[in-house]
């Protein structure tokens, strides 16, 4: 995820136009620059249609058409992104304070069960970032024994079994008489929580912008950019290639720009920083738990990508 001084412009703008959203657009743009050129120069030189003769109120209004179900399309994929954003901000937030609940109810000698949790806790968010990313791979994850490995191993939903450990051991704990029922009852709403977050990340992944809304707003930018031409050509002259690419810029940008974040789990440029919260809360968790972890590991929680002026 890019950081930025919301005052920066030239640094944004010159940042927006490295990176891969932006080649594609430039890609698309240049298809869009060969064609104009192309009904540009036949319509001026060769041969004259009548659509020129369109009158400007329907270009007009199918303009305010087209922006409308863009502006419907970007804050459709946005919401998707914050909601994205809530999520794993309440997944910090209970991390927190479910270590906080152990560093108070463990006794401080109790050393292999406040390592377990702290390292149990930290691995949820790494597995459930693999997870929405597609991705098995265990490496980040921290392990106590083989034991824990195997029974992670049985599942192929890593969260549900990273999850599946803590319970098991908080249920131990509860069998021994280190909880009372009243801290049993609340240490299981903070593990249901957990799964919770899990829940609504799945069911943002799993649920993609509608084939044929999406499909439809693609073609109705294609019929609107290839119309333009023909429409204002008589008016602007050699003027309609920088008009009409200048005019695909604006709403091919805006469409790609919706379809970048409405997945915010990926690793594009502007999707959310799973990497950097992951660590920051592993660093969190520890720091609470009274486990220092390396400098190395402090420093990958913070912020990666900045513009700066």
């Given at each position: 995820m890019i950081l930025y001084k919301a005052k920066s412009w030239l640094p944004a703008v010159w940042h927006f136009h490295t990176g891969p959203t932006a080649f594609a657009l430039f890609r698309r743009l240049g298809v869009v620059l060969i064609y104009v050129a192309i009904v540009t120069t036949v319509e001026i030189h060769y041969f004259d249609t009548r659509l020129k003769d369109t009158p400007s109120s329907f270009l007009s209004a199918m303009g305010i058409l087209l922006s409308l179900l863009l502006i419907y399309r970007t804050n459709t994929a946005y919401d998707r992104f914050y909601e994205g954003r809530t999520a794993w901000g309440a997944l910090v937030n209970n991390s927190r304070n479910l270590a906080l609940y152990f560093n108070a109810v463990l006794p401080l000698d109790r050393h292999e069960d406040r390592?377990?949790?702290?390292?149990?806790?930290?691995?949820?968010?790494?597995?459930?970032?693999?997870?929405?990313?597609?991705?098995?791979?265990?490496?980040?994850?921290?392990?106590?024994?083989?034991e824990d490995k195997q029974t992670l191993n049985r599942f192929d939903y890593k969260p549900g079994g990273v999850s599946s450990l803590l319970w098991n051991r908080s249920e131990s704990l509860y069998r021994e008489g280190m909880l009372s029922t009243s801290q049993h009852i609340n240490l299981n709403q903070r593990l249901t929580a957990m799964m919770d977050v899990a829940g609504i990340c799945d069911r943002i992944k799993s649920t993609p912008i509608p084939f044929s809304y999406n499909l439809f707003i693609k073609l109705f930018i294609t019929i609107y950019v290839g119309v333009l031409p023909f429409t204002i050509v008589q008016a602007f002259g050699y003027m309609t290639i920088p008009a009409v690419v200048l005019t695909s810029y604006i709403l091919i940008g805006l469409e790609l720009i919706g379809e970048e974040i409405e997945d915010p789990f990926g690793v594009d440029r502007n999707d959310l920083p799973l990497n950097q919260i992951s660590q920051l809360i592993r660093v969190n968790v520890h720091d609470i738990l009274n486990y220092e972890l390396p400098q190395a590991e402090k420093q990958a929680a913070k912020p990666g990508f900045v513009i700066v002026t």
């Open positions: 390592l377990f949790f702290a390292k149990m806790i930290s691995n949820f968010p790494f597995a459930l970032k693999n997870h929405l990313r597609g991705s098995t791979n265990t490496d980040e994850l921290e392990l106590l024994d083989d």
